[in-house]
């Protein structure tokens, strides 16, 4: 059993930077791949980024490309989601998950645990 928490959220003017963490609970934690996906209201759960156990592959969305970087401290069971250039289409609640499996890294199916989501809001 893996827990996730993410902290970092919160309201941010468009063009700003926000740096989400995702702490989790399990030794493990650096087997697992993790991924960031975001959930707008009534919209479907996004992929935005993934990172693989050893941090050596990362996949981003084409809309947040160039603009956010995913990272990630196996010594502190912490990854990382640093959004710059925020836009207010970018408002959502972001959660972080983690996976077993090096495939399907863009389908929320392929992720087994999942925190609790942090909410962004851009405001214009």
């Known amino acids: 059993q893996v827990q996730l928490v993410e902290s970092g959220g919160g309201l941010v003017q468009a063009g700003g930077s926000l740096r989400l963490s995702c702490a989790a609970s399990?030794?493990?934690?650096?087997?697992?791949?993790m991924g960031w996906f975001r959930q707008a209201p009534g919209k479907e759960r996004d992929f935005v980024a993934s990172?693989?156990?050893?941090?050596?592959?990362?996949y981003y969305a084409s809309s947040v490309k160039g603009r956010f970087t995913i990272s990630r401290d196996n010594a502190k069971n912490t990854v990382y989601l640093q959004m710059n250039s925020l836009k207010p289409e970018d408002t959502a609640v972001y959660y972080c998950?983690?996976?077993?499996?090096?495939?399907?890294?863009?389908?929320?199916?392929?992720?087994?645990?999942w925190g609790q989501g942090t909410q962004v809001t851009v405001s214009r």
């Open positions: 998950a983690a996976r077993s499996v090096v495939v399907g890294v863009r389908s929320p199916a392929n992720y087994v645990y």
């Open positions: 990172i693989s156990s050893s941090g050596d592959i990362i």
């Open positions: 399990a030794r493990t934690f650096s087997s697992y791949g």
